[in-house]
């Protein structure tokens, strides 16, 4: 019984490392992508994200978790590229309030990157209030030098 | 007969009175030199068993090598001297949290004393004028020190305590654990800043995952909660069972049950009175339902044994009021006081080591919250409120966030006497008020302890980013 925080946290992990694999999510299935949104337990606005991606065709998992800071960094999100929720899309990690564009330009591309991320949490981006007072800089998720994938 | 009855009584009761009133001038323990109660506390590395044997121990920084620290337990009235020397590779503090200190053993670095270097001892001592649950911890990095396991309950009994089988400490925290029951070294990271603080996945009841607590059928206990986690607020519902609370914070209430969970913030304590009614044999779950789809069962009320008695325990008293000066509400001096900033707020400027910074250049500095309108970069700051000796005032709080805010403040107790503009039913004496996304609170109290004061966001992630500030009594 006393191991049963820890189990948890490792089912945590393992959940994590089995939407690593290629093809827990296949891409075949595509009518319905399967996406799960880590979020903390008190934030609306990745609410207001998830809104969005089912707008959009997507089946969104919600899952509120204190463990946030450690799912990002199991998925290789730096602090610095850090947004609010972390998002597993088709294999790959979505960070932030990614706008559809650049999200289906991933799937439909499957760059041999980790995913992508828009750091912080922009004004004006989907499920965020406020309007865009800027270009969204989109930046990719792998080892070594920050790089722009996209810019909307 | 009945005349000289009368007179006789009436001569009895004047004296009586007389003597009354020098006693209760100059009580019998006044004329005696308080006793000094002696501790020395270690502050440094050890390893402790969070999770059970099943796993390796978890490497802690902790009080004499045990988490919680030792309980400090001393009558009211005494004095308490504590050497704490300091065998960290980095320097430390110990604040004594609750109790109404001098100035000067308050234990916030660089505002009331030299931090304690590495291999140096500093010896705290003072006198504990009030009853009550409290806790000692660090207030040097205390988002990291406090987190990675120093702190420790500091119980003053009453000298007329209440009427209970068992006096019950539970020291509440969480932790950030990795698979390898490692504490995570993500301190003060920016998504833990910005939002909730660092709420961990592993609680502990005084240092131990928990399982079960052993209690007895009719036995009436007092459960005194110390939430020590950096961030995690706790609701606890205990099936089946109707917990009364008789004090906050250390200080006496009119004793109430509660009307769903019990509530308690970071830094906070309550004592709640229970009486185990159910039979031998039952267990009965107590959960958190705080935080909505992360519910967990904390541990079970396990009955074991012969029953203590059969029947109800009788009422549940009022313990003896503290020594804290009553405020003056109609002649009270009003602030206000704003806190801002976080995820999902309005706040777009601030105040930065004297110069006007957006949200961006903030964050960029670690920062993310401020108390009317200023982000605080350091323990020294020039007081944003000067108070003057034994006034009474009122600080109108309103919480500007998203988020919850324990608001602590040092050197005094206060009394909540609104909530959202409604009168609170209890007008509460406590240290540390815990406000609601957008709400307000009004806090009164009687500006008599000297010194520069610490008003901060207990959430201690929301401290180092930012909100806290002085409050200078002269």
Redesign the interface.
């Known amino acids: 019984m006393k191991v049963r925080k820890i189990a948890m946290i490792t089912a945590a992990f393992a959940i994590i490392a089995g939407a690593l694999i290629y093809g827990f999510w296949s891409p075949e299935s595509a009518d319905a992508k399967e996406a799960i949104l880590y979020k903390n337990p008190q934030c609306d606005c990745c609410e207001g994200y998830a809104k969005y991606l089912r707008q959009n065709g997507f089946k969104v998992t919600v899952k509120a978790t204190h463990d946030l800071s450690l799912i990002k960094r199991e998925h290789g999100v730096s602090e610095a590229f850090e947004g609010c929720h972390t998002t597993l899309i088709d294999g790959y990690v979505v960070e932030g309030h990614v706008p559809l564009k650049t999200l289906n330009k991933l799937l439909a591309e499957r760059p041999q990157i980790k995913g992508i991320s828009l750091p912080g949490m922009p004004l004006g981006t989907p499920g965020m209030t406020g309007r865009k007072d800027g270009p969204f800089r989109i930046y990719e998720i792998k080892k070594g030098a920050p790089k722009v994938y996209a810019v909307e | 007969m009945t005349k000289n009855a009368w007179a006789v009584s009436r001569r009895t009761f004047l004296a009586s009175s007389g003597m009354a009133t020098i006693a209760m001038a100059l009580p019998a323990w006044a004329n005696i030199p308080p006793t000094t109660r002696e501790y020395r506390l270690v502050a440094k590395p050890g390893e402790t068993r969070l ?5 390796p121990p978890t490497a802690v920084w902790s009080y004499d090598g045990t988490v919680p620290g030792p309980e400090i337990r001393v009558r009211q009235g005494e004095r308490l001297r504590v050497a704490v020397e300091n065998r960290l590779a980095e320097e430390t503090t110990v604040h004594w949290h609750g109790v109404r200190v001098p100035n000067a053993m308050d234990g916030v670095p660089h505002l009331t004393q030299k931090p304690i270097a590495p291999g140096d001892t500093f010896v705290y001592e003072f006198d504990l004028p009030d009853a009550g649950t409290y806790w000692y911890h660090p207030h040097q990095r205390s988002f990291e020190q406090i987190g990675r396991g120093l702190y420790g309950p500091l119980i003053v009994e009453e000298r007329n305590p209440t009427s209970v089988d068992r006096d019950v400490t539970w020291v509440l925290d969480d932790w ?4 390898t ?1 490692q504490i ?1 070294g ?1 301190f003060g ?4 800043i910005s ?2 603080g660092r ?5 502990t009841v005084n240092g131990r ?1 928990p ?1 079960t607590f052993a209690v007895r059928a009719g036995e009436r206990i007092r459960l005194r909660l110390i939430n020590a986690a950096n961030a ?1 607020i706790f609701g606890l519902e205990f099936k089946d069972h109707r917990p009364t609370v008789v004090s906050y914070d250390g200080q006496p209430v009119e004793p109430h049950e509660v009307a769903g969970p019990v509530v308690i913030g970071p830094a906070m304590r309550i004592d709640l009175v229970i009486d185990l009614v159910g039979n031998p044999g039952r267990r009965f779950r107590v959960t958190d339902t705080f ?4 519910e ?1 069962r904390l541990l079970d009320l396990a009955y074991e044994g012969e029953p203590v008695r059969r029947g109800p325990a009788g009422p549940i008293a009022r313990l003896d009021d503290n020594t804290m000066p009553e405020p003056n509400l109609a002649d009270a001096e009003r602030h206000e006081i704003a806190f801002g900033g976080g ?2 707020g309005s706040m777009r400027m601030a105040m930065m080591g004297g110069r006007q910074v957006d949200m ?1 250049e903030m ?1 960029q500095s670690g920062m993310a919250w401020t108390i009317n309108g200023v982000t605080a970069t350091g323990h020294i700051h020039e007081p944003m409120l000067r108070l003057t000796r034994g006034r009474s005032y009122v600080l109108a709080l309103a919480n500007d966030t ?3 805010h324990p608001v602590h403040l040092h050197g005094h107790s206060f009394r909540v006497v609104s909530r959202d503009g409604k009168p609170t039913r209890h007008r509460e004496w406590q240290d540390t008020v815990l406000m609601a996304p957008k709400e307000r609170a009004e806090i009164a109290f009687v500006a008599d302890n000297p010194g520069d004061w610490m008003i901060h966001c207990h959430i201690l992630e929301h401290q180092a980013g930012g909100m806290m500030g002085v409050v200078r009594v002269s």
Not at chain 2, 189 to 192: E, G, L
Request: proline content about 3%.
């Open positions: 999770v059970g044997d099943s796993h950030r654990l990795l698979p029951a995570s993500d990271n920016m998504h833990d939002h909730n709420v961990g996945n592993t609680v995952l399982d995690r935080y909505r789809s992360l967990y995820m999902m961006r964050m998203a988020w919850h």
